[in-house]
């Protein structure tokens, strides 16, 4: 009760009125919400499918471009231009700068949001291919991991 009558207090008279139509049309409104909700995946599904794409032709292209390289980022960019184009082009609808709605898909738009550029590149290259802590050409030394000792692996030695 007394937090029912805190929480009406902290609201106000425009809460309570926002709050009394929500109760009054929760369907209605609901539904707004639902329609709201589906047009917001549909342009984030074209985006994410894009991004996977990129992966996909990424770690197809990689074990042709030296990794060491510092310019491989821009050889791979120049390479998948084409496909790039192509696919971008059947993207339609993309989410807006916060998300909140959907707006056309231009390959402009689309690159920097998938990350189709040197810098992105460079970060999918990075996520990849993992370096190892001793350096690009040396074997990962192995590591022994220390179990917690029970009392009755103790007794067994």
Do not use: N
Request: one cysteine or more; hydrophobic letters at 45%.
């Amino acid at each position: 009760m007394m937090i029912g009558l805190l929480v009406d207090y902290l609201m106000g008279p425009l809460g309570r009125a926002l709050e009394s139509a929500y109760l009054t049309h929760s369907l209605p409104i609901g539904l707004l919400l639902l329609a709201w909700m589906g047009v917001i995946c549909w342009g984030l599904h074209g985006v994410i499918g894009l991004r996977q794409q990129l992966r996909r032709w990424v770690l197809e292209l990689v074990p042709a471009y030296d990794l060491t390289q510092p310019e491989t980022p821009r050889q791979l960019l120049q390479a998948l231009e084409p496909r790039w184009q192509a696919a971008a082009a059947r993207v339609r609808f993309m989410p807006t700068r916060h998300g909140l709605w959907i707006r056309r898909a231009t390959p402009e738009a689309l690159r920097a949001e998938v990350g189709f550029t040197t810098e992105g590149l460079t970060r999918l290259l990075a996520r990849l291919t993992p370096q190892s802590p001793a350096g690009p050409g040396l074997p990962r030394q192995q590591t022994r991991r220390l179990r917690p000792s029970s009392a009755a692996s103790r007794s067994q030695r």
